[in-house]
């Protein structure tokens, strides 16, 4: 009886979602094709980064809950890669067990330092 309820819920996603990020202040956009349930781990490719930083990150992951979608999301930059060294890193913004809105859009709070004013969020069925 589960499994059979658990595979209707299931089938109302898709199962890989574009991940569509578009920054202001300023200005950047990113996206990536991600598997439905997988967490994901890219690069923020040629982000533009508080001077001396040289890697931007994000990393999470789409899946279901009680039938509904959900989304978390965090990004940081840092100076070097693989460095646990204090001060290597800050946080841009991040979003936890966020439940998704209908219209599949939704925006991430930016970390007071992460030198962005605002980071929108949009999820494409793929």
Request: hydrophobic content about 40%; overall charge positive; aromatic content about 16%.
């Given at each position: 009886?589960?499994?059979?309820?658990?595979?209707?819920?299931?089938?109302?996603f898709a199962a890989?979602?574009?991940?569509?990020?578009?920054?202001?202040?300023?200005?950047?956009?990113?996206?990536?094709?991600?598997?439905?349930?997988?967490?994901?781990?890219?690069?923020?490719?040629?982000?533009?980064?508080?001077?001396?930083?040289?890697?931007?990150?994000?990393?999470?992951?789409?899946?279901?809950?009680?039938?509904?979608?959900?989304?978390?999301?965090?990004?940081?930059?840092?100076?070097?890669?693989?460095?646990?060294?204090?001060?290597?890193?800050?946080s841009i913004g991040?979003?936890?067990?966020?439940?998704?809105?209908?219209?599949?859009?939704?925006?991430?709070?930016?970390?007071?330092?992460?030198?962005?004013?605002?980071?929108?969020?949009?999820?494409?069925?793929?």
């Open positions: 009886m589960f499994f059979a309820v658990s595979a209707v819920s299931h089938a109302d890989r979602y574009k991940v569509q990020i578009e920054f202001e202040g300023p200005k950047y956009k990113w996206h990536r094709t991600v598997k439905f349930r997988d967490d994901f781990h890219f690069f923020l490719d040629n982000a533009p980064l508080k001077k001396g930083y040289a890697v931007g990150s994000i990393a999470g992951v789409v899946y279901p809950k009680k039938g509904k979608l959900y989304c978390t999301i965090s990004m940081w930059a840092s100076k070097k890669l693989k460095s646990e060294e204090t001060g290597n890193s800050y991040e979003v936890k067990f966020l439940a998704v809105p209908k219209s599949l859009k939704f925006d991430i709070p930016m970390s007071d330092k992460s030198g962005f004013k605002k980071c929108t969020v949009t999820l494409i069925p793929k």
